[in-house]
Structure formats: C-alpha cells, structure tokens
C-alpha cells in the first residue's frame, strides 16, 4: 500500500523519520485537501440518506469543549462534580454475536464531520509523542500467518518503554499544557497502564503527577506507577469511583485531570500509531484490528485511516462481556454497561468516552468480539510466535484477526493486530494457562463403584484425557469423574455417544461457567444437603474482602460449600453454598445487596446444583 503521504511530498522519502512528517505538517496540510475532496466525492456517491448525529452527543462535546483542563463532560466550568450525562443501563448480555462476524452496528451517518477530521490529521502529524514515545516495529508472524492463510502483521505497542501505547496520548496532552498547569501538575485515575503512561510523561517534563488507583489495583501495577516517579494515591474500589475523586482533587487543587481517552490532544496522540503502520506497511491492508475499552487507540487510528487510506476496513475488538462500544454502536447512543467482565482488565470500561463514540460512530468499519478463552488462546498463540507475553487486552486484536479469518473464510490478504500492551499480573496466567487450549473440553462422567470401571473408561477414552478428578465415594453407586478432553465439535459428540452407549452417563460441561471455575476443582464424596442455595459472587481482589462480606452473617445462614480461587485481575469469582430456610431469602438478599459485592443464583435445574450434589 503506498502511503498518500509519502508518495505526493518530495521532502518525504520511504525512510524518512516519523519527525520529518511532523515538521512537514503544514505542507502535507495542503496536500491533505484536495485528498479529502476525492474522499468527499466518494461519500457523496455511495451515501444517499442523511443521519444526523443525535443531540445528546452533540450537546456532550460542547460540554466537554468549555470544561477546560482536559476534564471530561461531568466536570462543571465551576469545577463542581456534576452527575454524567443520563444513559441507559444495559447487561452486556444483551449484545451478542458469533466472534469474528461483522455487520452488527447500526448504520454510520451518511455525512461525517471532514473539518474535524482534518483537524485530528494535522494534530496526529504534529504530535510531540516521540519526545518520549518510540517507533514500534511492524512485526510478520509467522506461524500465525501460516495457520490462517494469510500475512498477519503485529504492531508491536508493548515495545514502548511502560509496554503500552498510553504514553502516546498521555504525553501528547501533557506536553501541550502551559506552564502555570505544568507548574501545578497533573492528575489522573487508572488501574494500569495509563497510569504509568502518565507517570512517565510527567517524569520526563519535570513536573508531579498523582495518580489515584483502585484499591484492588495489583502491587505490580502500583509499584511499576512508584518506579516512574508517580505519587500513588489508593482510594475507591472501582476505576469509576477512583476517577470520580481524581476529579475532585483536580477541581479543588487546580491541578490539570488527564483523562485516559476522552480527549483530542489523547486521541491524536494514539493517532499516530496508525501513521507509523501507514508508513511501515508496504503492501495493500485488508485490515487493521484495534483493541477498544474507552475508544481512545481505535478512534485516533481511524481518524488517520479513514482519511489516508479509506479502503482499509478498521475494526474495533472488545471482549464479549466487555462489549460498552459494541452496545453503542449497535443502539446508536451511549450505554452503561454494568456488570462488565474484567478479564481483559485493560479495556474493562463501563461506558465510552463522548468524542470517541463520535468518531467510532461515523468512522470504525464495526466492533468484533471475541471470549476470553480466544484472547487466552491468541496469548499462547503470540508466545509461540514471538515468545512475547501479551497482557489480555493486548492480545484482543490477534484474537480477532483469527476469528475474523475463521468466520468469514478470509485468505491471502495483509492484515495488521495492534499488540496494545502487555503489563498483566503474573498470578493471571495460572488461568490463562488453563483455558487457552480451545481445542479441549470439559466433560464428566457418572462412574460406577465397581472395580475396574475407571480403567474400562479411560480405554475408551484413548490418549484423549488431558485433566482429570476422581474421588471414591462410599456407599454409593457410583461416582462423578470430571476431566478436560482434547476434543470438541463432532469429535466431541461423537466421544459422548460412544461413553453414553458403553454405559457410562456423560454431560458435556464447556458452557456452563460455574463447573468451569469452580466445581471442576472440587471432586468428592456425595453431598445432598437440605435447603442449600448456591450464590455466584464477584469479590474484589483485596485484603479483608471475606471478612466484610461475612461481618453481619446470621448464624442461621450456614455456609455449606465455598471456592475461591485468585484470577490475578481486580476481581474473583466465588462460588458460595448456604444453607436457607425459605423465610430467610428475602432477608439474606437484603444483606448481600447492602454488602455491595455482584452475585447470582444459580438455577435449580443448573448442572452446578447437579454436580455440586454429587461432589
């Protein structure tokens, strides 16, 4: 693919310095118009209706505009701390489609804002990003391309010094404050990696920054946060409440609020990893797929690439229980998504900021999901290509350029997978490990007390077994074996039927979360208690967590099973048994619902309750 701006100014070579096309800016402006005029035509030919953008996000970016400081559109001119904008609350339930189909957003607005488009190409090419920030390469893989027929290039942002592209964004807002807001410092609420793009920038221009982090924030994250010079300021257990006194220290101090992504100054600083693969990549893209929490990355990517090279598709990747772009694009307005997954805790954003909805909006091809058992899968696969450990989030774009390819029978094309970063708590990848062979599946098996039944059932599981837990139980007749099988699809159904006609009662367990997590780990002897109610709970990860969600417990609310086990990410799932007298329902949902922590029953006639019986 020749780049536009390469190919039209003579002062640019195809070796040229990412600071060349900077000092040029002015010049490539020129230029850049009679481009957006060809874009304009085109526009006008393929769109006939006209869609207006709705006033709720209209009315937001003017708010957002006069707020100054960098504050986002909640913060008042007064500095007082306004409730956000009323949206809807949804489930990220509500939202959901194969991994890597397409087609899913509503339809983007037939005219696009061109001036500002142009505004974010002269600030992504006049962005000061490389006073601190690199040149990350544009890296072949080669297995990967191998497996999925196609040239499958990895921009490699985990290169960065803080292994993250937030230093781009960070700095470039940063370093475009005066001087009395310098003198004064900065402020900014993150679990991670903005956090430390923030620290930097600020190590960098000499001046403090505070960063307020979730308590539940792991230590490697605070420390890596300390290391740059940050002042970590713990508070809030959620990145929302964490961000919400952030604000409040910035208004009643005076100190400048960095927000992560809704910002211009951010957005074109993220921008300019789309100018780096334009200038790296030589051949025509099919593709670009970026990871989306806030919509900072996919919003400056695609405000260069759509303007540059409009025949490139650019997609957004979200986790499918971390979908908040997803839900906007398909309802056409912002959402609250609130009960998210934190696995990829990187994206793990509730709501999208305002001017990146807007951009995504008018600009983003569509938004791919994909399951954690893919991102994990797309980590072991980046392991093996590059022995690089991506973080979740990081590995969002891998995972769907693969489902992509697989859904839609795509081959022999470029695509390009914006590595994002790669700072994970070391303890996540025990689960990691676990679920990322997605060509294994968990299976169990009501087995006989009579002697020789495991070994007639392990003949006729071949080499297949993988894991597996088995425990004598007494006086019983027969037993539950749960075990993982390097089978699924047909293979799978054809393995069930064969134990189901040999004798042995088989249940296929790959979709049901609680087994996956927790029974699996729990084989026993039977246990048929009377009135027990099993809870799926969200614990946040931190000291003390039990002992408050136990601090009022009645002694008549007797806990008869439990199972924790630590994912490493800012919450854990905790599987709970009580037992309960009917009339103690109401009064225990009371309580749990004061304690603050997110659960669920699990139906009766779940195979959790099936299994936990037979355990």
């Not at 339809?107 to 601190?132: F, R």
């Not at 971390?322 to 609250?336: F, G, H, K, P, T």
């Not at 007494?474 to 040999?502: Q, R």
Request: include cysteine.
């Amino acid at each position: 693919m020749e780049s536009f701006l390469l190919t039209t100014n003579p002062l640019l070579g195809r070796n040229s310095s990412l600071s060349s096309l900077s000092s040029s800016s002015s010049s490539i402006s020129t230029q850049l118009n009679s481009k957006v005029e060809i874009i304009r035509r085109r526009i006008e030919k393929v769109n006939t209706r006209t869609t207006h953008v709705p006033a709720s996000i209209v009315a937001s970016s003017a708010s957002k505009r006069k707020t100054g400081k960098g504050l986002s559109a909640n913060v008042a001119v007064d500095c007082s701390v306004v409730s956000e904008e009323a949206v809807k609350d949804v489930s990220w339930t509500e939202v959901q489609y194969e991994s890597g189909s397409i087609g899913h957003r509503a339809p983007p607005p037939a005219e696009v804002d061109k001036d500002k488009q142009m505004e974010y190409i002269t600030k992504i090419l006049g962005s000061k990003v490389y006073d601190v920030a690199v040149e990350t390469p544009l890296e072949l893989a080669p297995l990967l391309s191998t497996q999925l027929g196609v040239n499958l290039y990895l921009k490699r942002e985990d290169g960065q010094q803080v292994f993250s592209f937030k230093i781009r964004g960070a700095y470039n807002m940063i370093s475009q404050l005066s001087k009395d807001d310098l003198k004064n410092g900065v402020i900014c609420a993150s679990a991670g990696n903005h956090a430390q793009g923030v620290a930097l920038s600020a190590q960098r221009l000499k001046i403090k920054a505070q960063i307020v982090m979730p308590t539940t924030t792991p230590t490697i994250k605070v420390d890596a946060v300390k290391r740059l010079g940050g002042t970590v300021i713990q508070k809030g257990d959620t990145f929302d409440e964490s961000q919400k006194i952030a604000k409040e220290i910035s208004c009643r101090c005076g100190i400048t609020f960095i927000p992560p992504y809704d910002n211009e100054d951010v957005i074109a600083g993220q921008g300019t990893v789309g100018m780096e693969i334009g200038r790296q990549m030589r051949g025509k893209i099919h593709a670009i797929f970026v990871p989306i929490g806030g919509g900072g990355l996919a919003a400056g990517i695609v405000s260069f690439y759509k303007l540059v090279y409009p025949e490139v598709k650019v997609f957004g990747v979200e986790p499918n229980d971390e979908n908040s772009m997803a839900q906007a694009l398909y309802r056409d307005e912002i959402v609250n998504v609130t009960d998210i997954g934190h696995f990829a805790d990187g994206v793990a954003v509730q709501q999208v900021g305002n001017e990146n909805f807007r951009i995504c909006r008018e600009l983003l091809d569509d938004v791919i999901l994909v399951t954690k058992e893919e991102i994990s899968a797309a980590i072991k696969d980046m392991f093996s290509d590059e022995r690089s450990i991506l973080e979740p989030s990081g590995a969002l774009a891998i995972a769907a350029a693969r489902a992509y390819c697989k859904y839609n029978n795509v081959t022999g094309v470029n695509l390009v997978a914006v590595c994002s970063g790669a700072n994970m708590n070391f303890d996540q990848l025990r689960e990691i490990s676990d679920i990322a062979n997605v060509d294994q599946s968990i299976i169990c098996t009501m087995l006989p007390e009579t002697p020789g039944s495991l070994k007639e059932l392990t003949e006729l599981l071949g080499e297949n077994i993988t894991e597996m837990q088995y425990r004598f139980s007494s006086g019983s007749e027969d037993a539950v074996v749960v075990y993982k099988v390097s089978a699924v699809g047909k293979e799978l159904e054809a393995m069930v039927e064969l134990l189901n006609s040999a004798g042995f009662t088989t249940y296929t367990l790959n979709d049901n979360p609680t087994v996956k997590n927790h029974l699996r780990y729990m084989t026993g002897g039977r246990a048929d208690i009377e009135n027990e109610t099993l809870f799926r709970f969200t614990f946040p990860e931190r000291k003390g967590a039990l002992k408050h969600f136990l601090k009022d417990f009645k002694p008549t609310w007797n806990v008869s099973l439990f199972h924790h086990r630590s994912q490493g990410i800012l919450t854990s799932d905790v599987l709970i048994g009580v037992q309960l007298e009917k009339s103690e329902h109401k009064h225990f949902h009371e309580y749990i619902n004061k304690v603050g922590y997110k659960y669920e029953v699990v139906p009766q006639d779940d195979a959790a309750h099936v299994l936990a019986k037979l355990n």
